[in-house]
């Protein structure tokens, strides 16, 4: 059977979807514990710079459920993340643990490296600590650059 894969910007109706995706997201994938007031806040925030149109939010839908997001941005001293003005900067990717290692990440990358690109961007860049072979396979390299915001290896494309 096969599966339909969606990618759509987020709405407010996807407010509780979105919320329960950071739940799994900070704790496991970055480890960050979060307190549910930790993760309202959270969640407001991003919602809030979606709302401003400072970040993009897009989800990722399998057969019509929310399974992974991915954030990004074109960095200008609006946001509160401006390391390279003017580049994209992709923030966030989450994909669901069970659906990991089948190419829906991949997927994600490649639409807002579009959308990046249909605002005409320049370069796009990111921060990881433990992720840099996925994004190696997606095409970036490492710049030997490490974020003054979060530490993380600065990776390019």
């Known amino acids: 059977m096969e599966v339909s894969c969606e990618i759509c910007e987020y709405t407010e109706k996807d407010r509780s979807v979105f919320k329960e995706m950071l739940a799994v997201c900070f704790p496991q994938d970055y480890k960050i514990p979060l307190t549910e007031a930790q993760l309202e806040e959270l969640c407001n925030e991003i919602i809030h710079q979606v709302t401003a149109k400072i970040v993009f939010l897009d989800l990722l839908l399998l057969d019509k459920v929310a399974k992974g997001f991915i954030s990004y941005q074109v960095d200008t001293p609006m946001s509160d993340w401006c390391e390279k003005e003017n580049w994209g900067f992709i923030r966030e990717i989450f994909i669901a643990p ?41 095409g970036y390299q490492k710049t030997g650059e490490v974020s003054e915001k979060n530490k993380g290896y600065i990776l390019i494309k």
């Open 98 to 138: 069970d659906i990991r290692k089948m190419g829906y990440g991949k997927i994600l990358v490649e639409h807002a490296e579009r959308k990046l690109t249909d605002l005409s961007v320049p370069n796009i860049y990111l921060t990881t600590d433990d992720s840099i072979d996925f994004w190696i396979n997606v």
